[in-house]
């Protein structure tokens, strides 16, 4: 990581402290009425509560909406259909996912073929 960004000792902008916790997975957002205190997570196998001082900051990647709308947060009707009580009603919380593939591909050549691919111009 830059080291305008974190020090290696964990401080941030302005001298702020910031852990970062790798080999954890974030289960929800915990709040207090209408405001995000911490987030529930899984460190080696147990459940924890990490809470805050200033700030939630969210940064999931493609699973953020996730992590929204088990923590409360996203279309009511479909977070009330599966048990999660509300939080915030939103509708747009994960209207526009869009599941995108991974391909790949992997390729083999005889040894005998390599010298005449090598004479290829294209190449």
């Known amino acids: 990581m830059s080291s305008d960004i974190?020090?290696?000792?964990?401080f941030g902008v302005n001298g702020r402290k910031l852990q970062v916790?790798?080999?954890?997975t974030a289960l929800r957002i915990l709040?207090?009425?209408?405001?995000?205190?911490?987030?529930?997570?899984?460190?080696?196998?147990k459940k924890i509560r990490a809470f805050v001082r200033k700030k939630v900051i969210i940064s999931a990647g493609i699973n953020s909406a996730q992590?929204?709308?088990?923590?409360?947060?996203?279309?009511?009707?479909?977070l009330i259909n599966v048990g999660i009580p509300?939080?915030?009603?939103?509708?747009?919380?994960?209207?526009?996912?869009t599941n995108h593939t991974?391909?790949?591909?992997?390729?083999?050549a005889n040894k005998r073929d390599i010298s005449e691919?090598?004479?290829?111009?294209?190449?």
């Open 6 to 10: 974190m020090t290696p000792e964990g």
């Open 21 to 24: 916790l790798y080999k954890t």
């Open 117 to 123: 691919l090598q004479k290829d111009p294209k190449y």
């Open 102 to 108: 991974l391909n790949s591909a992997t390729f083999s």
């Open 31 to 45: 709040f207090d009425g209408r405001t995000a205190i911490g987030m529930k997570i899984l460190v080696e196998g």
């Open 86 to 97: 509300v939080i915030i009603d939103n509708p747009n919380v994960g209207e526009f996912l």
């Open 67 to 78: 992590l929204l709308m088990l923590s409360g947060i996203g279309p009511a009707n479909d």
